[in-house]
């Protein structure tokens, strides 16, 4: 059975830093490419990053970049998300998320391009 597992989330303050992570189960983790994706109150679920399988390479919605980092630890079958110089926008339910590709060099983008999830972790960036 597949299972993805997130922790980590919580209340930080504006400029802070938190490390979701997220324990897989059931697939083998190097197989497949991972991602973050994030969902406000009110909005559509949002593309945070993506990790490939081929070579760990990584790709992060223009939002985010330069203060979030994806990582994958494939011995413990768990990835990552550190998230640096938080800001309040930033506040959301965050989802991991897993799929199988052919082409080992492909990142997904959008919720349809994945096919398995976890259950979601609140990260809440307010003073």
């Known amino acids: 059975q597949v299972q993805l597992v997130e922790s980590g989330g919580g209340l930080v303050q504006p400029g802070g830093s938190l490390r979701l992570s997220c324990a897989a189960s059931?697939?083998?983790?190097?197989?497949?490419?991972v991602g973050w994706f994030r969902q406000a109150p009110g909005k559509e679920r949002e593309w945070v990053s993506c990790?490939?399988?081929?070579?760990?390479?990584?790709s992060y919605a223009d939002s985010v970049k330069g203060r979030f980092t994806i990582s994958r630890d494939n011995a413990k079958n768990t990835m990552y998300l550190q998230m640096n110089s938080l800001k309040p926008e930033d506040t959301a339910v965050y989802y991991c998320?897993?799929?199988?590709?052919?082409?080992?060099?492909?990142?997904?983008?959008?919720?349809?391009?994945?096919?398995?999830w976890g259950q979601g972790t609140q990260v809440t960036v307010s003073s």
């Open positions: 059931g697939f083998a983790m190097p197989f497949y490419a």
């Open positions: 998320t897993a799929a199988y590709y052919t082409d080992s060099q492909r990142c997904g983008f959008f919720v349809s391009d994945f096919d398995y």
């Open positions: 990790s490939r399988s081929s070579d760990g390479t990584s």
